[in-house]
């Protein structure tokens, strides 16, 4: 089975400035997707970014970047010019290749993005 | 559109109570899920459907059915309620399949205190 781990419980960033929230997985896959989901205060779980495992490039949206590096098996998410409404709980998720498209998702890590 | 909806918002229930809660997404997806959120948790899949007329178990199933009779809905039943699923519990919805595009759509959660 696979596992998805987030090391950071808990991050704070200064607006206008970046922040890395990091993420692992343990897979034998060789063709998987990683996702990363934003849980506001709201409790909607919302779609940052989403990264392909056969695709080298490193996957963007906007202020969002990933850092996907397949052999050590880390899918980090950089936030740039962080904004008081990046405030929220980060999951990082895996799909494999399974009947259901079934995602894992990690334990998260709450970030607060401070004025 | 309205996306994933779930019904109700929040329920509170007694030890032994039943309850079905209600999920309904008007995107035409095949796939749909329903996760269950603890307090610093990620989410854990309890079943999910590839299809109407289908449903599989996911990770934490016990305690809990499901039933797909509409491609439109799926409902989570929980024939005798214990404290222990106390928890937020989402829907979701995809396309299905292995697309480059697959991704999972979030309904809002519903609250579910079990006294």
């Known amino acids: 089975a696979q596992t998805v781990t987030q090391s950071q419980p808990e991050m704070s960033v200064q607006e206008a400035e970046t922040v890395t929230l990091s993420c692992t997985y343990d897979t034998s896959e060789s063709n998987y997707y990683l996702f990363w989901y934003k849980q506001p205060p709201s409790r909607q779980m919302i779609l940052v970014i989403r990264?392909?495992?056969?695709?080298?490039q490193n996957a963007t949206e906007n202020r969002f970047s990933v850092n996907f590096q397949k052999a050590a098996k880390s899918f980090s998410l950089k936030i740039s010019d962080s904004q008081l409404g990046d405030t929220a709980m980060y999951f990082c998720?895996?799909?494999?290749?399974?009947?259901?498209?079934?995602?894992?998702f990690g334990g998260g890590t709450r970030l607060m993005v401070k004025p | 559109n309205a996306g994933v909806t779930q019904t109700p918002k929040f329920r509170v229930l007694k030890t032994g109570q039943s309850m079905t809660l209600l999920c309904a997404q008007d995107m035409n997806h095949e796939y749909m899920y329903w996760y269950r959120q603890d307090p610093g948790m990620g989410l854990r899949l309890i079943h999910y459907?590839?299809?109407?007329?289908?449903?599989a178990k996911g990770e934490v199933p016990d305690g809990y059915n499901v039933s797909r009779l509409k491609k439109q809905n799926f409902l989570l039943g929980l024939e005798s309620a214990a404290p222990s699923q106390t928890s937020v519990y989402f829907c979701?919805?995809?396309?299905?399949?292995?697309?480059?595009?697959?991704?999972?759509?979030f309904g809002p959660g519903t609250r579910l205190l079990v006294l």
């Open positions: 990264q392909e495992a056969y695709k080298q």
């Open positions: 998720a895996f799909m494999g290749n399974n009947a259901g498209n079934m995602l894992t």
């Open positions: 459907s590839v299809g109407e007329g289908t449903t």
């Open positions: 979701a919805s995809s396309y299905g399949g292995r697309s480059s595009q697959e991704t999972q759509y």
